[in-house]
């Protein structure tokens, strides 16, 4: 096969598939899926959690075989499967998880994902370094080659994906969720640099959930739910909001479902949470506390805004006793637990949804009901010793079915859930009873637009049953539109305190330093 | 001192071949547990084919037939099987050690030690004095062994087959998206690390002695593992570190001659092993902190009360 350079031309689409067919177990993830994708434009492609969406671009990027089905790319078939003739055939991927090696320099990563011809199979330094000067002038320069992939910030390692797509001289590119990690202002750079690559006459298919971003970059749209292709693909200015919203949620939206979280907050105590002059150890990612002081009261909710890496995870993690306080002290209900256990601060009421699911909000490897059960297992040491196990599976199933986890059965490892799903699943476990506090980490990072609705209001309702919730988010309008109050964090210290209504221009410099 | 530092060499050589082996599988994701059995296997094939040969090289060959297949078994239970990567490896060294103890007594009737004629040859010799003696009496394996750690630095290190490797052991997503079959290029590091593996063993029966005896390896295959480790997965950190504990063996082995009168004689033989302890004990310190950002959150980590 031959590397198509130059604009393809017009008749033949990009991408063309026919009946594409995919399942996993008993859940149907596509469903007979035929799209073509013109050539040199921007096709965005919506849906909820669980819609297939991913599993669509990983089958036109080769790497999930499809049931039944077939990708042709640039006029070329593509046999199931199969990375290297996709890539062959000019389309390269952008995934939702970063595809680069941690602990690769930027030189040695770009040379695993993009063969030249001119490669030997041994190489020297300086030469990796001369071949890929070029293709990271815009993300930093030269000097960014030699430094490891973990080291660089997430907008770099966001952009760094690109290069490596376009390394491989891709004609199209197939982006998922680009914009889950990136703020506001790096979203529109990569927006522009994509407006760019369009005009150079490549064709861009780009998985996204919010609608503002799909009128923002896309010329046409189409719609996935419940692995059906239910709209599209249409251009964008022929459909209205309304209609795509429409055809996301499908016929039995769930706008106005209950909300089952109760609080058990004691109407007596008013200050739920409290820290007095706390400091805490830098890590390896951020600067530690500087005397922090913060509380929680009752009946509000309070917000953390500040650019990513600026102490909110030393916060959280201090709060839920995953590391320790080097000063002052932390207080649940009036109750000091600056040295307590993580399960002591669970029974004083603290719940938890933590900043990085996969890793610190389930353990992948375990099954689902138990990733749901876990917090009804503390706690439980003056009562009889053992469990019903058929109880506790029930239970979680219930309470999975009420936050609509997407799951085959109880018994699958949580490893095997999407990754809206996951978010779903800690929630389902953590908005349960009991809560006195929540701290809440980017809850509604990388759901879709109904779910991200859901975990508001369900904040909300929280509140008004009386919690108290500690809201830590990069998403300006979300701290806006939820927060009694709002503190600003930079460089591991609060510098900002304000109240409703919110100016965000004071906020923004607040965020990047400029009141210091 | 001159005598130390000519048995420094011969102790380490074994354990650098060996280390290399691990140090190729590591890189590939792999926590090879089985470095001992190959080793044995190793020795013993160069030996049985040897004498029955009459050809070293020709017993040094089917060593490294062996050990590759017995490899390729190894990968074919941990990879298509789905076995667990540590207990199938510890299941490769017991089948090593225990096999080739039967294969000693079945086919030769021989208990313990066999003895053999043929032998590596011996570039320098003759040396009894003086710094010449650092040099002299040792195999040809032992003066190539710094040429094949210089290439698997230049394999692992400045290769794109070496990036391949190290991709498919820490983010194999990666490697399948950069269009690698994960599974191909681990079975691609374990024949490597088999042919390693016996060329070790063999330099331990025919290089530094005539002979092959029962559970000869003596745990060398597990401290080649542990230099892995101390050398922080690197070839050349994994040379170095085996060499240091060559270093140990031929302190523990020179005192055994000098000391033993003053002192108890388990004592000597503990100072090998209680210099591999601290070592790791030392590594783990320099490389606490890179090994949290690589674990990934340092929230992780277990709470300091």
């Known amino acids: ?516 | 001192m001159e005598q130390v530092l000519a048995t420094t060499l011969r102790s380490a050589a074994p354990l650098v071949l060996v280390a290399m082996a691990g140090v190729f599988a590591f890189r590939a994701g792999i926590f090879h547990l089985g470095l001992e059995g190959l080793m044995i296997t190793g020795a013993f094939t160069t030996v049985a084919v040897g004498d029955a040969t009459g050809s070293v090289e020709l017993g040094i060959l089917a060593a490294i037939g062996v050990c590759m297949a017995l490899s390729a078994v190894y990968w074919w239970v941990i990879g298509p099987l789905g076995a667990n990567v540590i207990i199938a490896g510890l299941g490769l060294t017991s089948i090593g050690l225990g096999g080739t103890a039967f294969a000693l007594g079945a086919i030769f009737d021989i208990r313990g030690s066999m003895f053999t004629d043929v032998v590596l040859p011996r570039p320098v010799r003759g040396a009894t004095s003086g710094p010449g003696v650092i040099i002299s009496e040792h195999s040809i394996l032992v003066w190539i062994t710094p040429l094949i750690v210089l290439v698997a630095w230049i394999v692992l290190r400045r290769s794109r087959f070496g990036l391949r490797l190290a991709a498919v052991g820490e983010y194999p997503f990666a490697a399948r998206s950069a269009g690698v079959n994960p599974s191909i290029v681990r079975l691609q590091a374990l024949l490597i690390s088999g042919a390693l593996c016996a060329l070790g063993g063999a330099e331990l029966s025919v290089g530094a002695l005539r002979n092959f005896t029962e559970n000869m390896t003596n745990g060398r295959g597990f401290i080649a593992f542990v230099a892995v480790i101390f050398g922080a997965w690197h070839p050349i950190g994994a040379a170095l570190a085996g060499l240091f504990f060559g270093l140990a063996d031929a302190i523990g082995i020179q005192s055994q001659i000098n000391i033993t009168e003053r002192v108890p004689r388990e004592f000597v033989l503990m100072i090998p092993f209680v210099l591999t302890i601290f070592a790791v004990w030392l590594g783990g310190l320099w490389r606490r902190r890179t090994l949290e950002a690589e674990a990934g959150y340092a929230e992780l980590r277990e709470p300091d009360y």
């Open chain 1, 1 to 516: 096969m031959t590397v198509p350079s130059g604009p393809a031309s017009a008749e033949v689409p990009a991408v063309r598939c026919r009946s594409l067919g995919v399942s996993f177990g008993t859940v149907q993830a596509l469903h007979d899926i035929s799209l073509d994708l013109a050539a040199g434009r921007i096709h965005a492609l919506v849906g909820q959690n669980g819609a297939g969406k991913t599993t669509l671009a990983k089958v036109l990027g080769g790497l999930q075989a499809p049931d039944n089905g077939t990708v042709c790319i640039a006029g070329n078939q593509i046999p199931p499967g199969d990375v290297r003739a996709a890539k062959s055939a000019g389309l390269a991927m952008v995934h939702q998880h970063f595809s680069l090696p941690p602990s690769f320099t930027v030189a040695e990563a770009l040379e695993l994902a993009a063969a030249r011809p001119e490669s030997h199979s041994v190489y020297r330094r300086t030469e990796l370094y001369r071949r890929w000067q070029n293709e990271v002038a815009e993300v930093g320069g030269t000097n960014v080659l030699a430094t490891r992939i973990r080291d660089l910030p997430v907008e770099t390692r966001q952009s760094l994906e690109i290069v490596r797509a376009l390394a491989s001289e891709a004609r199209i590119l197939l982006l998922d969720e680009p914009t889950a990690l990136l703020t506001p202002a790096a979203t529109d750079t990569l927006f522009e640099r994509l407006r760019g690559l369009r005009d150079d006459g490549v064709t861009i298919l780009i998985v996204l959930h919010k609608l503002r971003e799909v009128a923002a970059v896309a010329d046409t749209v189409s719609v996935l739910r419940d692995g059906k292709l239910v709209l599209g693909p249409s251009e964008i200015s022929g459909v209205s909001q309304g209609q795509l919203s429409d055809a996301i949620v499908g016929p039995a939206p769930d706008a106005d479902r209950a909300i089952a979280v109760e609080a058990a907050a004691n109407a007596e105590q008013q200050l739920l949470l409290e820290l007095v002059r706390v400091s805490s150890r830098e890590s390896a990612f951020e600067p530690g506390l500087a005397s922090i002081d913060l509380t929680v009261e009752a009946r509000e909710i309070v917000g953390i805004a500040g650019v990513e890496g600026n102490g909110q995870r030393s916060l959280v993690s201090v709060i839920a006793g995953l590391s320790a306080v080097t000063e002052g002290s932390v207080l649940l209900g009036g109750e000091e637990v600056t040295r307590a256990p993580p399960a002591r601060r669970r029974l004083r009421g603290l719940r938890l949804v933590p900043f990085d699911r996969n890793s610190e909000g389930i353990s992948r490897s375990a099954p689902l009901w138990l990733n749901q059960s876990a917090l009804r297992l503390i706690g439980r040491r003056r009562q009889f010793p053992l469990i019903s196990l058929r109880q506790y599976k029930r239970q979680a199933s219930e309470a999975m079915d009420l936050w609509r986890v997407r799951y085959d059965t109880v018994a699958q490892p949580a490893e095997s859930l999407s990754g809206g799903n996951v978010q779903r699943l800690v929630l389902s476990r953590e908005l349960a009873s009991g809560l006195e506090v929540l701290v809440a980490a980017q809850p509604t990072r990388g759901l879709d637009f109904s779910a991200t609705n859901f975990v508001r209001r369900s904040l909300r309702g929280l509140r008004d049953a009386g919690a108290g919730v500690l809201l830590v988010s990069s998403d300006l309008d979300e701290l806006f539109e939820l927060s009694d109050r709002l503190f600003v964090m930079y460089g591991g210290s609060i510098v900002a305190r304000f109240n409703a209504p919110y100016d965000r221009q004071a906020v923004g410099d607040a965020m990047t330093g400029a009141l210091r």
